[in-house]
């Protein structure tokens, strides 16, 4: 049982210092790098989601939804790790936090078996992937 404990403990401290370690320090990708990488991954992941509510099917884009909640939350600090200029973080916050919303809207429909329909959201869902798009565009010059 000692034994068991000790190597329980240890797996809890290699865990803790997994979790510690700062996003970038452990792999060679540049926060510039990662917060692109994120930035497409958002873009196709909304895109994703607007098919799959437009064709009524928003549960086929379910864990498309989860991944972008995650997403959405980090691209500010990314962007600020990144460097970013200040006027673009802040336009990359403003759109992922009403994106966010939207996102938040149609993840709450599913959990709660409500139906969800693509004009219910279809304005802020648009809206939003249109201004992730125009940054990804002016973030690649
Ligand atoms: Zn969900």
């Known amino acids: 049982m000692r034994f068991l404990r000790i190597v329980v403990c240890l797996s809890c401290i290699g865990l803790t210092f997994g979790c510690e370690a700062k996003p970038g320090a452990?792999?060679?990708?540049?926060?510039?790098?990662?917060?692109?990488?994120?930035?497409?991954?958002?873009?196709?992941?909304?895109?994703?989601?607007?098919?799959?509510?437009?064709?009524?099917?928003?549960d086929a884009a379910h864990d498309e939804l989860h991944d972008i909640g995650h997403l959405l939350q980090e691209l500010p600090s990314l962007a600020k790790a990144a460097a970013i200029d200040?006027?673009?973080?802040?336009?990359?916050?403003?759109?992922?936090?009403?994106?966010?919303?939207?996102?938040?809207?149609?993840?709450?429909?599913?959990?709660?078996?409500?139906?969800?329909?693509?004009?219910?959201?279809?304005?802020g869902?648009?809206?939003g992937l249109a201004d992730l798009k125009k940054l990804a565009e002016s973030l690649k010059k």
């Open 86 to 123: 200040s006027a673009t973080s802040e336009s990359v916050e403003k759109t992922a936090k009403g994106l966010f919303d939207v996102i938040d809207k149609v993840d709450a429909a599913l959990h709660d078996g409500k139906e969800i329909k693509y004009d219910d959201v279809k304005e």
């Open 26 to 58: 452990t792999s060679k990708v540049s926060p510039a790098e990662s917060f692109q990488a994120s930035f497409t991954q958002a873009v196709s992941a909304t895109q994703k989601i607007r098919d799959a509510l437009a064709d009524g099917k928003p």
């Open 125 to 127: 869902l648009e809206s």
